[in-house]
């Protein structure tokens, strides 16, 4: 069974930093892009950062400049670094492992991981 488990969540001050990681079992991570995302209370799923297979990324505007997701293949473990962080970063975050075959689209979830930050 795939299992993405994630950590590195909690709660932090205005302008505090946090790490988080996941690891992937049974998946190749190599061949997925690996994603991480959150959701706040209240609202919709949205995307954070993305690394593809290629090594390429992709960043929400809100968080350009203080996010930085990365990789480490030979680990199966993707990573976020969270810097400054503001109230507004308060969510749940979900690492996701996703490829493409053909018309078939792989889909995998961590099981999310809260972060809470005070002002």
């Known amino acids: 069974q795939v299992q993405l488990v994630e950590s590195g969540g909690g709660l932090v001050q205005l302008g505090g930093f946090l790490r988080f990681s996941c690891v992937a079992s049974v998946i190749t991570p190599s061949w997925f892009t690996m994603s991480w995302y959150r959701q706040a209370r209240g609202k919709e799923r949205e995307l954070v950062a993305a690394?593809?297979?290629?090594?390429?990324?992709n960043y929400a505007d809100s968080i350009k400049g203080r996010f930085t997701i990365s990789r480490d293949n030979a680990k199966k473990t993707v990573y976020l670094q969270m810097n400054s962080l503001t109230p507004e970063d308060t969510a749940v975050y979900y690492c996701n492992a996703q490829r493409i075959i053909g018309t078939n689209v792989l889909a995998y979830w961590g099981q999310g991981t809260q972060v809470t930050v005070s002002s």
């Open positions: 690394t593809s297979t290629g090594g390429s990324t």
